[in-house]
């Protein structure tokens, strides 16, 4: 599964606000910043609250981390094995 808009749907812990795009500056309101809601590619915090969400959502289904390495995930039960591997 290849999942193109992961840095979209990370959520922000902290307050971020940026410039306004370019076009879509209000003339006499050029001063203004945007504050961000979700998480976006350029902020630094994009990749770890990316992270944090889907490590938060496959940990709620029963999902365990390989502590070798975070970006593998297992469960094992009733005769079956599933298995997550995190490619960056």
Known sequence: MDVKTAFLNGGL?????????????IEGREGKVCKLLKSLYGP???PKQSHEKFNTTLISVGFFVNEADKCVYYRHGGGRRSYIVLVC
């Open 44 to 46: 630094r915090q994009a």
């Open 13 to 25: 812990n902290e307050e971020i606000y940026m410039q306004q795009p370019n076009g879509f500056v």
